[in-house]
């Protein structure tokens, strides 16, 4: 199988969860397409491991499940204590760091 | 010996200290203490005079180190003493005259309720007088000469309920800042070209010092005479000196006449080494002289008011003595010696003005005067004694004096010599008319006496002995110190080793020149005599020609000074602050405008909106990478 298809996947995936981020407003939502752009990431790395023939972009992908792991544990404590203390999820109300 | 020269100076102070702060309980013997201080002053000063003449000639100068004053790192400021022949001579006459004119304002000053206040003031001055002459050092020096200022700021405006006396001691105040600032640049320059305030270090290195920084030394000396021009009343800084007479008449004797005003001839011969080293400011200072003594002479002729004629004499007189210092070497004796013979005569002048103004119900008008020689006996010969002294008439004091420095005016040589000897001789001319005019105007013609505002005729009579005593005393010195000065030359003799002394090559004798003071001196009695006492005098001043009128308003100086320094300084500050109005402040309120509205603008970035946020992350990170990607094509 063609190892461009991969790349094509991961392009996609990595827009779909850009276009995410950017358009919608649920907190939730704006995070499970954070996790969308980081595992496309992983897709093109591995793929890339593939066709290079080594190991660094395995490697590579593994340290982001690690981030991503972290990153979920924090980001969700946040948006719990965000919905805690303004009964909502979305991120355009969470916008009191303006001048 | 050394020990009273402290006391000298202290012993005025002490006065001035308690006589001021005493409060009123010695309202009934401040005169008293005043004087007795006074007199102490001057007793050791004639103590340490004594002294002086028993030693060589070389030997006699006396130095006295009390402390240190201002001792910061390589900044050094003594309080020190230096009695040396030409110090010696101002103690004389300060305390001499000092003396005198402290006994005569017991009288003078009897109806006044702040007369002990008169004579702290007094005593204030002497202090300051004799700081000034005796210091060893220019700082000191300087703490002395504004110790004056301030002692003849308080007396100018000692009535001060008359407006026009707290006005004219501001007037004086401020005109000397305008010399005292001279004098402190001066001093500055002379502390960093010689690292040192003392006379004994700057004065005897000056000559050197010329050949290596002869601009900074001729500007020593241009700063001295700014300082000596304010103080002695010199042109331009002389606006001050005839409303200054604002003062009692005590004051203007002493003060405004005799000493204060020569401090200026005092600190040109003291720093005689520095104008020799610098002829552009001997220059500077004999022009100032030469104008000087002309342009006083001409405001004397044309006062009605006695006290300012007798001033505008004063000025015209320290003319002459700052010309005669400004001449080096061959003047700086004779110009001591007219300061001295000067002090006499005008102090016992002035002494006489105050006594015809005590007679006359203070009138000081000349044309509500006359025909008063036999009401008041004592006034009229001491006045006309010291009269006679001032227009030099053979054998009393003024003629040794005066004559000297004309002669020496000739001996400077060259054109610069005629020019400087034929203003002096046309000085001495003129001199000869106001006096005689003052004279004949006050003491002869028939009387012109008017009741004065609250109907008071006049009856004017004749001083009590405390005034008429020290005239008489002063009268005797304007007849005879001029002759004493002359015999031997023994007033050269006492002076050379301190001031230094040289005969100039005079290109006329001095027989020549004597005969031509002679001319001078008759013509101008004659002109005086044809006009005024041939013919009667006016009650109502005559319009007069423009010089006359112009004389009148002291030949325009305080227009001048209104018109060019008070209109021009307004004139630049308003010009100055509609500069920083608009240049400065644009600058600085246009830049901080602009960055406002710039950072007005950049402020809407920061909206809050994290998606905002995101997608200027996204864009920037594309940018990045189609930079990257487009170098690595190129």
Sequence with gaps: ?99 | MENLIGLLVASPLLGAGILLTGGKRLDRVGHWLGTLLALVSFALGVALFANMLGKDADDRGLHSHLFTWVPVGGFRADVGFQLDQLSMTFVLLITGVGTLIHIYSIGYMEHDERRRRFFGYLNLFLAAMLLLVLADNYFLLYAGWEGVGLASYLLIGFWQHKPSAATAAKKAFLVNRVGDIGLSVGIMLMFTTFGSFAFADILPKAQEASTTQHATVTGIGFMLLLAACGKSAQVPLQSWLGDAMEGPTPVSALIHAATMVTAGVYLITRSGAIFNAAPDAQTAVVTVGAVTLLFGAIVGCAKDDIKKALAGSTMSQIGYMIMAAGLGPIGYVFAIMHLVTHGFFKAGLFLGAGSVMHGMNDEVDMRRYGGLRKYMPVTFVTFGLGYLAIIGFPGLSGFFSKDKIIEAAFAKGGTEGWILGCCALLGAAITAFYMTRVMIMTFFGEKRWVPDADGHEPHPHESPSSMTIPMIILAFGSVLAGGLFSINSSFVKWLEPVTGHSEGDSPVSAGTVTAGTMVALVIGVGIAWAMYARRSVPAVAPRGSLLTRAARRDLLQDDFNHVVLVRGGEHLTRSLVYLDHSLVDGVVNGTAASVGGLSGRLRKLQNGYVRSYAVSMLGGSAVLVAATLLMRAV
Excluded: W
Excluded at chain 1, 3 to 24: D, K
Excluded at chain 1, 58 to 73: H, N, R
């Design chain 1, 1 to 99: 199988m063609n190892p461009a298809n991969y790349l094509y996947l991961s392009a996609l995936l990595f827009t779909i969860g850009a276009a995410g981020v950017l358009i919608r407003r649920n907190a939730i939502v704006v995070f499970m397409c954070v996790e969308l752009m980081l595992n496309a990431c992983n897709l093109a790395f591995v793929t890339f491991s593939r066709l290079h023939g080594n190991l660094d972009g395995q490697v590579i992908a593994f340290f982001t499940m690690v981030v991503a792991a972290a990153e979920v544990v924090v980001g969700l404590a946040i948006i719990v204590s965000i919905f805690r203390s303004r009964h909502s999820a979305s991120v355009d109300d969470a916008n009191l760091m303006k001048l």
